[in-house]
């Protein structure tokens, strides 16, 4: 993984302050940067190990400049209020970071958050902000994503430093996302207390994992929790969880590589339960069910 400090791009504080530019060209003539553009992704140059991913920012939704989008470690755009861009990207573990423009601060490039996405599909990401006023990615269903770019304008101001498909590691074959609740009773994470709906699923997981049909490289387990309780509990319980499935998966006769990290209540999938519910706990505690969650990302082929 890159370990990268680097000055925040001059280039990208210009999408906060500038409609257009204009620049010389090797053949001294004018070229012009549009900041808003109607093009889309040209999606037949999809390489069998890659996504394409639309990063976008609501109108409206919360004041600041411009967001720097990263993709392992390099530089992709600055999404403006009101604005979308898509990338087509490697599909296993790509660290995605976004963070404000700001002319006096360092870009830690080599920080943020692995995201997998299955090979060949689209995935939409909404940028937020989290309770420090910085921003945040999260994850959103691809009808909530299509209609929400539809009114949006594509941002084009800047280059995209993102590598080529010809960097991408092994495919991802399919992602599959368990809930801690049909894994294990509240707060548990062991594998006697596992209940038997997530035993059944797990089973199920493994059987197609050694499926004929297929040629398995390596697993990944990444463990979430809600943001109830302190950050470090739910860091712990959150790796116990992923090792619990890893063992029910080795039990149930995967042969594959099986790697596992432990993500606590980082990348979740609704953030807004304790602003619903302040004083209803049962209430809190169902609105977050979504956040307590295992997912196994699965690498390889289709034979």
Same mark, same amino acid.
């Given at each position: 993984?890159?370990?990268?400090?680097?000055?925040?791009?001059?280039?990208?504080?210009?999408?906060?302050?500038?409609?257009?530019?204009?620049?010389?060209?090797?053949?001294?003539?004018?070229?012009?940067?549009?900041?808003?553009?109607?093009?889309?992704?040209?999606?037949?140059?999809?390489?069998?190990?890659?996504?394409?991913?639309?990063?976008?920012?609501?109108?409206?939704?919360?004041?600041g400049p411009a967001v720097n989008v990263f993709?392992?470690?390099?530089?992709?755009?600055?999404?403006?209020?009101?604005?979308?861009?898509?990338?087509?990207?490697?599909?296993?573990?790509?660290?995605?970071?976004?963070?404000?423009?700001?002319?006096?601060?360092?870009?830690?490039?080599?920080?943020?958050?692995?995201? *997998?996405?299955?090979?060949?599909?689209? =995935?939409? @990401? /909404?940028? #937020?902000?989290?309770?420090? $006023?910085?921003?945040? !990615?999260?994850?959103?269903?691809?009808?909530?994503?299509?209609?929400?770019?539809?009114?949006?304008?594509?941002?084009?101001?800047?280059?995209?430093?993102?590598?080529?498909?010809?960097?991408?590691?092994?495919?991802?074959?399919?992602?599959?996302?368990?809930?801690?609740?049909?894994?294990?009773?509240?707060?548990?994470?062991?594998?006697? *207390?596992?209940?038997?709906?997530?035993? =059944?699923? @797990? /089973?199920? #997981?493994?059987?197609?994992? $050694?499926?004929?049909? !297929?040629?398995?490289?390596?697993?990944?387990?990444?463990?979430?929790?809600?943001?109830?309780?302190?950050?470090?509990?739910?860091?712990?319980?959150?790796?116990?969880?992923?090792?619990?499935?890893?063992?029910?998966?080795?039990?149930?006769?995967?042969?594959?590589?099986?790697?596992?990290?432990?993500?606590?209540?980082?990348?979740?999938?609704?953030?807004?339960?304790?602003?619903?519910?302040?004083?209803?706990?049962?209430?809190?505690?169902?609105?977050?069910?979504?956040?307590?969650?295992?997912?196994?990302?699965?690498?390889?082929?289709?034979?």
């Amino acid at each position: 993984m890159k370990k990268i400090i680097a000055l925040g791009l001059t280039l990208p504080l210009l999408a906060a302050c500038v409609s257009s530019d204009l620049k010389s060209s090797a053949n001294g003539k004018l070229e012009q940067w549009t900041t808003f553009d109607g093009k889309t992704v040209p999606m037949a140059k999809m390489g069998d190990k890659q996504s394409l991913v639309y990063f976008f920012r609501e109108r409206g939704a919360f004041e600041g400049p411009a967001v720097n989008v990263f993709i392992d470690g390099d530089y992709f755009a600055s999404i403006l209020d009101g604005s979308y861009r898509g990338s087509l990207v490697c599909s296993t573990g790509e660290k995605l970071l976004p963070t404000f423009s700001h002319k006096d601060r360092f870009a830690a490039r080599d920080t943020g958050i692995d995201y *997998n996405f299955v090979s060949g599909t689209t =995935e939409y @990401i /909404k940028i #937020l902000l989290n309770d420090k $006023n910085q921003p945040i !990615f999260q994850r959103v269903s691809e009808s909530e994503g299509k209609n929400a770019i539809q009114n949006l304008r594509r941002v084009s101001q800047t280059l995209s430093r993102v590598k080529n498909n010809g960097l991408c590691d092994q495919p991802v074959l399919g992602k599959l996302t368990l809930e801690s609740g049909s894994l294990f009773a509240f707060n548990r994470f062991d594998y006697n *207390n596992m209940l038997p709906k997530g035993r =059944e699923e @797990i /089973k199920a #997981l493994g059987q197609k994992i $050694n499926s004929d049909k !297929f040629k398995i490289t390596s697993l990944k387990i990444l463990g979430y929790t809600d943001p109830m309780g302190s950050e470090s509990y739910n860091l712990t319980l959150s790796k116990r969880r992923a090792e619990t499935v890893k063992q029910a998966l080795l039990s149930s006769g995967v042969k594959a590589k099986i790697d596992l990290i432990g993500l606590g209540e980082k990348n979740l999938l609704v953030r807004d339960c304790l602003q619903r519910f302040p004083h209803d706990r049962k209430q809190r505690m169902l609105c977050n069910q979504p956040n307590r969650r295992v997912e196994v990302v699965v690498y390889g082929y289709q034979k």
